[in-house]
């Protein structure tokens, strides 16, 4: 497998009256060429924050990065001036946010508006740029392409909306897509077709694919790994098989537990997870899940967890997985 992004030690932080809070916090991670990476965790837990930081489009200020690198084929995208990431955004990494930002314009038809991005490009005649929209919007499913590029967005359902967002996002051919929860406003039905569409696109464009998503039965159907956020850190990752039926953190495995459609023993409850995660104003010296962890030990509380290698391809932040876990000493047994 090919990297083609690759995030090494990110932090990311924004200045708040009350001071900083650390939405992420040393966050790692490679995605290969043609894979889907589905990044998972709550509200909160630097999921959408890690993918807007990708982009450059965290507002700095308030938000910084503060450490770290992020490498599109060997390019770090922190270095780069906004008139360079401009070009990134749309040619290099496309994105489909569920943020008004990204959503239509009512009044310009779903032509002028796939457009837009090509018509930039002086190489391109008036007549290429018409083929290649028609091209895309065949691309994401929309019938008779030549007719509804002339119609206006509220001409389109929901769905067919979002196709439109996707079509806007490939016009360019980007080697990267970043979808931060792009099915959560669909309904079932719609939803599964624009995960069938993912698949399809990705089958014919080899296109690599980071989903940004808290629906882990999506993740089911579509991602190849996953990364598994908490308190602005990835705490496991993993093969989609591996997390799912050897899930190694107890925050992952509580996770699982309250699917309602991977949890197939029914007369197994859901169990949401007690608590909530720890404010990122001032995060704790140990390990951020501890105070919501059944099996939180001594050396949880005053020691970070550092990733363990489970196998070769899956990896979790957890003492429980730790052989040094038993071999600490606490301050408080004798002198240091
Ligand atoms: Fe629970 Fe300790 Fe593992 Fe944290 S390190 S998840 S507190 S067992
Ligand atoms: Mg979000």
Redesign the pocket.
């Known amino acids: 497998s090919e990297p083609i992004l690759d995030v090494a030690d990110l932090y990311v932080s924004f200045q708040t009256r009350n001071g900083e809070v650390q939405a992420v916090r040393g966050v790692n991670f490679t995605l290969n060429k043609g894979e889907t990476l589905a990044i998972v965790g709550e509200s909160g837990c630097g999921k959408s924050v890690t993918a807007q930081s990708i982009m450059r489009l965290i507002p700095e200020p308030p938000g910084k990065i503060k450490q770290g690198s992020i490498k599109l084929k060997g390019n770090d995208l922190t270095t780069y001036t906004e008139k360079q990431m401009r070009k990134v955004r749309g040619s290099d990494i496309g994105m489909i946010f569920q943020d008004p930002m990204t959503s239509l314009n009512p009044v310009l038809t779903i032509g002028e508006q796939i457009s837009e991005s090509l018509l930039k490009n002086p190489n391109l005649t008036k007549s290429e740029v018409e083929e290649k929209v028609i091209k895309i919007l065949k691309l994401v499913g929309i019938a008779n392409p030549k007719e509804r590029l002339k119609q206006y967005p509220h001409q389109f359902s929901g769905g067919m909306r979002q196709r439109i967002m996707i079509a806007m996002a490939l016009v360019n051919e980007p080697q990267v897509l970043i979808a931060d929860e792009p099915t959560t406003a669909l309904d079932v039905t719609i939803q599964a077709q624009i995960i069938d569409l993912f698949k399809d696109i990705q089958k014919r464009t080899g296109i690599a694919i980071i989903l940004i998503t808290h629906d882990l039965g999506l993740v089911a159907q579509i991602a190849d790994r996953i990364n598994v956020m908490y308190a602005g850190r990835v705490?496991e990752s993993g093969q989609v098989k591996e997390i799912f039926y050897h899930p190694q953190?107890?925050?992952t495995k509580g996770l699982l537990k309250s699917v309602p459609r991977l949890n197939d023993d029914r007369n197994q409850p859901l169990i949401p997870i007690h608590g909530t995660p720890p404010d990122l104003l001032s995060p704790p010296k140990?390990?951020?899940?501890?105070k919501r962890?059944?099996?939180?030990?001594d050396?949880?509380i005053q020691y970070d967890?550092e990733s363990t290698q489970v196998t070769k391809n899956h990896s979790v932040?957890?003492?429980?997985q730790d052989e040094r876990a038993k071999k600490i000493q606490f301050p408080s047994d004798g002198p240091k």
Do not use: K, S, T
């Open positions: 705490i953190h107890p925050y140990g390990c951020p899940f501890a962890c059944d099996y939180a030990m050396v949880c967890p932040r957890c003492w429980l």
